[in-house]
């Protein structure tokens, strides 16, 4: 239910980048999406089809990226992934860091004849 | 066989919806209408808080209302008991309002004169909190019942709020919620929230919640 309403923004996006850039068929979609968005790629692909269906993506392939949830601490400045370490800096143990990447959820590109 | 090109988007997937919602807010500043979009789970008051928010600034302001909910009209019937305008919206089937269906129910209701518009979205905490309505000022109810874990669980909804209503205060007796344990919470995710705690069947608190608006529409009309 959550993923429908975003999947269905998604089509919305692309028919009008389509729209203004002269596309008449699309073979594919390639998201992003990040570990820490609230985005769970199983779902996203599960409605899918719904969310294409009589839309010029209705033949559209759909891949998506997974982009890691990358934190640098805050006190000896080492990226590690969040989500392996449970936020928990594997050098110096700290819990303080700040998110650098994983919140995305972005169309990167389309693959168009 | 087809050649096919890469063309590159590079968009987040909100950014459409973002833009639609930053042009309706700039209508909505020129049209001299204060919309306030409130949020909350199915069942902590939202359409009793309306009824309370409408008798309390009624006299001193036009006021329109917008109920979304996925199916039926329950709550613009009771809404339309007042005397003020209201128009029904169905999402059929989608969990929340986005900039676009927000603006088409405006469009319906007929902003014109009204210097303060409620929209009531869709009872979710999750997908409502992703989708910026255009709205001028962001409001959510939580209420006694639901317990005060909820900013725990859908840090979102209250990270994006300017105001946390905390609705059945009557109740507090009855369940192990910590009106102290939330504000804690919230002010972690949103340091900038304003809290208030109301009892919308009785009327304790709406004083405060009034003021807050009285002061938000007469910003937002201003300026």
């Known amino acids: 239910m959550h993923e429908l309403g975003v999947v269905i923004e998604v089509v919305k996006t692309v028919e009008n980048f389509a729209e203004k850039n002269g596309v008449t068929k699309i073979d594919k979609i390639v998201l992003q999406i990040g570990e820490l968005s609230s985005m769970i790629p199983k779902y996203i692909e599960a409605c899918y089809p719904a969310a294409v269906d009589g839309t010029m993506m209705e033949e559209t392939k759909l891949e998506i990226e997974i982009l890691p949830g990358n934190g640098i601490c805050k006190e000896c400045n080492k990226v590690f992934n969040i989500i392996q370490t449970k936020g928990k800096c594997p050098i110096c143990g700290s819990k303080d860091n700040e998110i650098i990447s994983g919140k995305e959820f972005m169309i990167k590109e389309i693959l168009a004849c | ?223």
């Open chain 2, 1 to 223: 066989m087809d050649t096919y090109k890469i063309l590159e988007i590079k968009e987040s997937v909100f950014e459409n919806n973002d833009r639609q919602a930053d042009l309706l807010r700039a209508d909505l500043k020129k049209e001299k209408t204060f919309l306030l979009n409130l949020m909350s789970s199915p069942g902590s008051g939202k359409t009793t808080t309306v009824l309370r928010t409408i008798e309390a600034l009624k006299d001193e302001m036009s006021i329109g209302v917008l109920e979304a909910d996925i199916d039926s009209d329950v709550d613009a019937n009771t809404v339309s008991k007042t005397g003020v305008k209201v128009i029904q919206l169905h999402t059929g089937g989608m969990c929340h309002l986005d900039a676009d269906m927000t603006k088409q129910g405006l469009e319906g209701l007929g902003t014109e004169g009204v210097d303060f518009a409620i929209l009531e979205n869709v009872g979710n905490l999750v997908c409502p909190a992703e989708f910026d309505t255009g709205a001028s000022k962001n409001a959510m109810i939580l209420s006694v019942p639901e317990g005060d874990d909820k900013p725990l669980k859908y840090p979102l909804m209250f990270s994006i709020v300017d105001v946390l209503l905390i609705n059945k205060m009557d109740s507090i007796g009855f369940f192990d919620f910590d009106l102290e344990v939330v504000k804690e919470r919230v002010k972690k995710l949103n340091p900038n929230i304003k809290v208030i705690p109301i009892t919308a069947k009785t009327g304790e608190g709406i004083d405060e919640w009034a003021n807050w608006l009285r002061t938000e529409v007469k910003n937002w009309n201003e300026k």
